[in-house]
Each structure stands twice: as structure tokens, then as C-alpha cells.
């Protein structure tokens, strides 16, 4: 069974940076594309950010193109979210999942997520 936990989110200013963490169990980590996505109350989840399982490919979405970068340490099976000029658009819950395509409607489960809060 799968098993993801995320951390690292806590409160940022507007410009600040904040890096996740995400410890994933139960999968071949080293064979899987790990992502990560959010949501906003009221709002459908979104993807974020994709990285294959080389490590050799990542995918952003466009919204944060240029100022997150996803990263992987295959010897410690975690997934990283480094956010950097966060703006208060960037408030959401962050979930990291075992990636198998942008659309939140191919995931079965997601586990708890990190909430991410950016102050104006």
C-alpha cells in the first residue's frame, strides 16, 4: 500500500520561500514518477509539478514555472518541493502523489497534505 506523508508547509510572507518534503513507502520509488499538487477550498486540485523517475525530466504547471522546483533523493525515498516568490496564490493544502498524469481524477487516494499559507 502506498503511503505518503508531506511536510514542510507552515505560514511564508509574499516573496518568501518554503521547501516540502514528501516521504513515500509502499511503492518503487525509484521506478515511479513522483508529482505534486494542490487545492484551495472551493477549487478542484491542480497540479503542480511532475518529475520522472530518472530525475532526468520535471513539468510545471504554468502558474509556477520559474519559481518551484521539484527534486527527488532516491536514497531516502522523498519527493521535495522547493517554492520559492510565493505569492498569496499560492495558499493552498500540498499533497504529493505517485504520478500518473495532470488530472486529479486519475488518483484513487491522497494523504493528508501540508497546508501552505503566503501573507500579503
Known amino acids: 500500500q502506498v503511503h505518503l506523508v508531506e511536510s514542510g508547509?507552515?505560514?511564508?510572507q509574499t516573496g518568501?520561500?518554503?521547501r516540502l518534503s514528501c516521504a513515500a513507502s509502499g511503492l518503487t520509488f525509484r521506478a515511479d514518477s513522483m508529482g505534486w499538487f494542490r487545492q484551495t477550498p472551493g477549487k478542484e486540485?491542480?497540479?503542480?509539478?511532475?518529475?520522472?523517475y530518472s530525475g532526468r525530466t520535471s513539468y510545471y504547471s504554468?502558474?509556477?514555472k520559474?519559481?518551484?522546483t521539484i527534486s527527488r533523493d532516491s536514497t531516502e525515498n522523498t519527493v521535495f518541493l522547493q517554492m520559492n516568490s510565493l505569492r498569496p496564490e499560492d495558499t493552498?493544502?500540498?499533497y504529493c502523489a505517485r504520478f500518473v498524469g495532470r488530472?486529479?481524477?486519475?488518483?484513487?487516494?491522497?494523504?493528508r497534505?501540508?497546508?501552505?499559507?503566503?501573507?500579503?
Open 45 to 52: 486540485r491542480e497540479f503542480v509539478a511532475s518529475m520522472s
Open 62 to 64: 504554468d502558474s509556477v
Open 16 to 18: 518568501g520561500s518554503l
Open 66 to 68: 520559474g519559481r518551484f
Open 103 to 111: 488530472s486529479p481524477a486519475n488518483y484513487g487516494s491522497w494523504g
Open 113 to 120: 497534505g501540508t497546508q501552505v499559507t503566503v501573507s500579503s
Open 92 to 94: 493552498a493544502v500540498y
Open 9 to 12: 508547509g507552515g505560514l511564508a
